[in-house]
């Protein structure tokens, strides 16, 4: 099936792509005051947890968006080389 073009479906792409991007900034905080043995690397935990579930949250609008008006990954179906 050839993947269909929607706006919609890129902009929700967008919204995974900015929260993993946010994901990683909060990894690389919580790395720097790991090595420097701060006590906001505890404290980044909470931070962390929410943006992955923000992260699941636009995921699944995404797979569910997807799902209802009939878009499909590119090469879904398709053997895997």
Known sequence: M???DCAERERLIAEVVDTLKQI???SLR???ALKSSSYSA????????EAVGEKERRLGALLEHSGSTGARR???GKSQK
């Not at 505890?42 to 947890?49: G, H, N, R, S």
């Open 2 to 4: 050839e993947m269909v």
């Open 24 to 26: 990683i900034q909060i």
């Open 30 to 32: 919580q790395r720097t």
């Open 42 to 49: 505890y404290l980044l935990d909470q931070e962390f947890a």
């Open 74 to 76: 590119e090469g879904k």
